[in-house]
């Protein structure tokens, strides 16, 4: 068997965990979609007034509702149904633009997704950047503690190897790496186009909404409300406690503006969502169209009818999150991250390939003018 078609098999697994990855994805971009429709309407109902225990409470009991996390086939039932509803929404939105393709449909949609969610993203931490000290009591619950909460270093960490193995952990699954998004899109730039150029505009834009964006926003508006200790339990109850948890309290705190600020949170959580969820179908559908000969329309029904049945899945067993958290393959028995090893694995194989089955040079050298030229 030749190199090229032993690795024709092994790329078969960058197509294989976006697909797997955008079945439980899918559902938490429900939650955004459905907690921004919830801020337009009224709010989930945390009471300001109520003590700050009883706000959270009531937080965590609206987002497990919304979750199902009480029990499987929960959200078949009841009021909760809605979540079934916005599901359904958000899976339509996301077949339409991979019909429509990747100029027609992907790209048109991000090319507006991007500066909506970019002034969301202004608004909201204008807001918070404004919120000062909201509580004279507490003068420490202020935003310039806030801010120094997140950007203050704690350099004894760099020793420590979890938070080298949570940082590479984020930065692949943040930037696609190691499981065909990257490589899929890349197939279609243009061979003049200046990759360096466009990985680093890439990378930049990426950490700017997450971290300097997303970052200040969550991490200030909780310190300034919820103090030291709170917010540094929200942070180790992880990003959905954190975000779906614990801002909500804070945007019950804003008073009538608060449902505004917490409508444009959420829906700029919703844009970014969506537009990861759009490249996750992507490389399985153009893994279908040119290993099978298949019409994109054809093609494109195939990926949807497996993201139905994975979604299925998703929505019923969701106690405990016990299905999204399988397939995310978090914590389990043996205390690893079999995702991240999954990911290395296949980032692994993909340069060992092109760098030296295949060689870099052999690669550019009929395109690179100065490589010709040698």
């Known amino acids: 068997m030749s190199s090229q078609s032993l690795a024709r ?10 697909l797997g990855v955008s079945t439980y994805y899918m559902f938490i ?8 429709l919830k801020y337009v309407t009224g709010g989930i109902g945390v009471d300001p007034a109520a003590p700050i225990a009883a706000q959270t409470a009531a937080a ?3 987002y497990n509702a919304f979750t199902g996390t009480g029990s499987d086939g929960s959200l078949f ?6 979540t079934v509803f916005t599901w359904a929404a958000v899976f339509a939105i996301n077949i339409f633009f991979i019909f429509r393709g990747l100029s027609k449909g992907i790209e048109k949609f991000v090319s507006f997704a991007m500066p909506v969610m970019a002034v969301c993203a202004l608004i909201v931490l204008i807001r918070v950047l404004t919120l000062g000290t909201p509580d004279p009591a507490q003068p420490d619950q202020s935003v310039t503690n806030g801010l120094g909460y997140m950007w203050n270093p704690n350099y004894s960490k760099l020793l420590d190897f979890k938070t080298w193995l949570a940082a590479a952990g984020q930065i692949f699954f943040s930037l696609s ?23 680093l505009t890439a990378s930049a834009t990426n950490e700017l909404f997450e971290v300097g964006f997303g970052g200040m926003i969550t991490l200030t508006a909780a310190f300034v409300f919820l103090g030291l200790s709170g917010t540094t339990a929200a942070v ?11 801002l909500p309290v804070v945007f019950a705190h804003m008073g009538a503006f608060g449902n505004f600020v917490g409508a444009l949170w959420f829906l700029m959580l919703f844009l970014a969502a969506i537009t990861s969820s759009l490249s996750m179908y992507q490389p399985a559908v153009a893994h279908i169209k040119e290993s099978l000969n298949f019409s994109h329309v054809k093609s494109t029904t195939i990926i949807a009818t497996i993201g139905t049945a994975g979604a299925f899945l998703t929505l019923w067993f969701t ?4 299905f999204w958290n399988t397939v995310d393959f978090k914590k389990n028995t043996t205390g690893s991250d079999l995702d991240l090893i999954a990911l290395w694995i296949s980032l692994s194989l993909s340069h060992f390939y092109f760098s030296w089955l295949l060689g870099v040079w052999h690669v550019r050298k009929d395109t690179d003018p100065y490589l010709t030229s040698l």
């Open 9 to 18: 098999y092994f790329g078969v697994i960058g197509v294989l965990i976006p």
């Open 29 to 36: 971009e429900t939650w955004t979609l459905g907690y921004f």
């Open 60 to 62: 965590q009991a609206f």
């Open 77 to 82: 039932t009841g009021d909760t149904l809605f």
């Open 177 to 199: 790496v190691g499981f065909g998004v990257i490589i899929n899109y890349a197939s279609y730039m243009k061979r003049k186009d200046d990759i360096a150029l466009s990985g």
């Open 236 to 246: 180790a109850g992880g990003s959905f406690s954190l975000g779906f948890a614990t």
């Open 319 to 322: 106690a405990g999150g016990s």
